[in-house]
């Protein structure tokens, strides 16, 4: 009996290692996208480091912080359905509903369920800053 033939599957996403070029320049790991593209990745245990640096604070203690903060957004987002931090932005629950869909190898058409998506609607600092900063190269 001859056994099905071993599927190649690539990676959804690589990461490559931190680089530390030297104390001021942290290059921050690059992770690509299933096109082969590099964007730039901060991870949570990178942003501990930068704020433990910077205020000189037990790197542990920072990371529950940053984990308790994330943790009561979720339960607010959860809770009221909209998160509001002022000169950042809002985060909202949406509904999007039910459509259909085709698959676009088999050209099969598929029900896709409704589901709930967080939004995220950028506040006028972060936006003013956006437009201000240099587009990064694709």
């Not at 590099?38 to 991870?43: G, L, N």
């Not at 245990?45 to 308790?68: G, P, T, Y």
């Not at 029900?111 to 800053?129: C, D, E, H, S, W």
Request: glycine share 4%; hydrophobic share 35%; aromatic share 4%.
């Amino acid at each position: 009996m001859l056994s099905p033939p071993q599927l190649k599957r690539r990676p959804f996403l690589v990461l490559s290692p931190p680089v530390q070029e030297s104390p001021r320049d942290t290059v921050y790991p690059r992770v690509s996208n299933t096109q082969g593209k590099e964007v730039p990745a901060v991870t949570k245990k990178e942003l501990a480091r930068q704020i433990s640096s910077k205020l000189n604070v037990d790197q542990v203690l920072v990371k529950q912080i940053i984990q308790s903060c994330l943790d009561g957004m979720v339960d607010t987002i959860l809770d009221k359905g909209r998160l509001e931090l002022r000169n950042f932005g809002v985060f909202t629950v949406k509904q999007r509903a039910a459509r259909k869909a085709r698959n676009p190898r088999t050209n099969v058409e598929v029900l896709v369920p409704a589901k709930r998506v967080i939004t995220f609607q950028a506040g006028k600092n972060v936006y003013q800053k956006l437009q201000n900063s240099p587009a990064q190269s694709e």
